[in-house]
Nanobody, 118 residues
Framework: EVHLVESGGGLVQPGGSLRLSCVGSGFNFGNHDMSWVRQAPGKGQEWVSNIDSAGTHTYYTESVEGRFTISRDNAKNTVYLQMNSLKPEDTAVYYC???????????WGQGTQVTVSS
C-alpha cells in the first residue's frame, strides 16, 4: 500500500520559515517525480513545486519562486519543501503528490497545515 506522510507544518509569523517533509513508502519513490500542492481556505488546489525523479530539475509556481526550495533524498524516500520569507497568502494545507504513470494512479498525502499569521 502506498503512503505519503507529510510533516513540518505549523504556525509561523510573516517573514518566517518552515521546512516540510514528505516520506513515501509502498512504491518506487526514486522513480517518480514529486510535487507539492496546496489548498488555501475556500480556494481550489494550487500546484506549488515539482522535482524530477533524480532531483536534477525543479519547477515553481511564480508566487513562490525565489522563496521556496524543493529537494529530495531518494535514499530516505523523502521530498522536502523549504519555505522562506513566508507570507499570509501562503497559508494553506500543503499536500505531497506523485503520479504513477505505470499504474495510472494519483498518490496523495494527508496534508500538513501551514498558517502564516502575526
Amino acid at each position: 500500500e502506498v503512503h505519503l506522510v507529510e510533516s513540518g507544518g505549523g504556525l509561523v509569523q510573516p517573514g518566517g520559515s518552515l521546512r516540510l517533509s514528505c516520506v513515501g513508502s509502498g512504491f518506487n519513490f526514486g522513480n517518480h517525480d514529486m510535487s507539492w500542492v496546496r489548498q488555501a481556505p475556500g480556494k481550489g488546489q494550487e500546484w506549488v513545486s515539482n522535482i524530477d525523479s533524480a532531483g536534477t530539475h525543479t519547477y515553481y509556481t511564480e508566487s513562490v519562486e525565489g522563496r521556496f526550495t524543493i529537494s529530495r533524498d531518494n535514499a530516505k524516500n523523502t521530498v522536502y519543501l523549504q519555505m522562506n520569507s513566508l507570507k499570509p497568502e501562503d497559508t494553506a494545507v500543503y499536500y505531497c503528490y506523485a503520479y504513477d504513470y505505470k499504474e495510472s494512479r494519483d498518490y496523495w498525502g494527508q496534508g500538513t497545515q501551514v498558517t502564516v499569521s502575526s
